[in-house]
């Protein structure tokens, strides 16, 4: 019986760590489905889960919130003149210095060179600043990248910046930050168009 009760406990103690080891396993692929698998900050899905987020908890939030979008201008100029795995080193570059310049906002990459940050405030000077912010951070660098040194220049962006409103739904909130975001193209690119703020 000792032996049998023995056997019986290592049994057990053998299944809790194969679930626990099943656990593990499964949080690392749920991180990997919500994580770029080139820049390692969120993925679409992940800006989703945010959008979604937001939108479902509006009425509760302590300050006004904005989606950013950001877009790198003439992207396909770096990946035509230094091929893609330069413009592969370009938007890492660009989701590690988001992430390290400003470690209090959520980022998320988009695909390509679109990425996405949001942002919360009272003031919506802020949040222009913040966009004004990313362009002048960027532009007061030259990237030179890999062994060959290889001059890329200095980065722009166009910014679109939406207003989570009290009548948005996920899609809508998303898609006037989208038309934000191609005015500020139309416009000459190397800009940010941020949506005004309606007093009622």
Known sequence: MHEHLSE???RLEDSEK???SLRQQLQESQRGMLTDHLTGIGNR???DRFVANFVSRKSSLSARMFVVLIDLDRFKAINDQHG???GDQVIQFLATSLTSQWPGIAFARLGGDEFAAFFECDDREDVVEFASDIKSHFASQELVLGRDQ???G????????ALLRDND???SWVNRADELLYEAKRLGRNRSVVEPVRHE
Do not use: D, K, Y
């Not at 200095?154 to 910046?161: A, N, P, R, T, Y």
């Open 169 to 171: 739904t996920e899609q």
């Open 45 to 47: 899905r992940m800006f």
């Open 84 to 86: 893609h795995a330069a």
């Open 18 to 20: 194969e679930i626990e």
């Open 150 to 152: 290889e001059t890329i």
């Open 154 to 161: 200095h980065l722009q962006f166009s910014i679109g910046v």
């Open 8 to 10: 019986m406990s290592q």
